[in-house]
Nanobody, 126 residues
Framework: QVQLEESGGGLVQAGGSLRLSCAAS????????MGWFRQAPGKEREFVAA????????YYADSVKGRFGISRVNAGNMVYLQMNSLRPEDTAVYYC???????????????????WGQGTQVTVSS
């Protein structure tokens, strides 16, 4: 059973940076596509970024492209989301997600991820 735990959220001023971390359990972590999603109050959960098994391929939502960076360290079962130039509209609960099917497709759809963390709050003040 894969478990995910996010950390690194907090309160930051607009223009600032945060780095989110996601610690994963499981011996086959290196075969999971990993993603980050976010959910603002009153809104649906939305895709932020995804990364392939090796980290060689990444995929970003247009809203964060050029500002956020996803990375992973398979030896440590960790995934990261570096968030720069933060904006008030980035305020949300951020979730780490895993696609444990073994596929290689970098999906932006929540239904393609079967393991989720509990989320970490990011608040960007103006």
């Amino acid at each position: 059973q894969v478990q995910l735990e996010e950390s690194g959220g907090g309160l930051v001023q607009a223009g600032g940076s945060l780095r989110l971390s996601c610690a994963a359990s499981g011996r086959t972590f290196s075969r999971y596509v990993m993603g980050w999603f976010r959910q603002a109050p009153g809104k649906e959960r939305e895709f932020v970024a995804a990364i392939s098994w090796s980290g060689g391929r990444t995929y970003y939502a247009d809203s964060v492209k050029g500002r956020f960076g996803i990375s992973r360290v398979n030896a440590g079962n960790m995934v990261y989301l570096q968030m720069n130039s933060l904006r008030p509209e980035d305020t949300a609960v951020y979730y780490c997600a895993a696609d444990t099917s073994g596929g290689s497709y970098l999906s932006a759809n929540t239904v393609d991820y079967d393991r989720w963390g509990q989320g970490t709050q990011v608040t960007v003040s103006s």
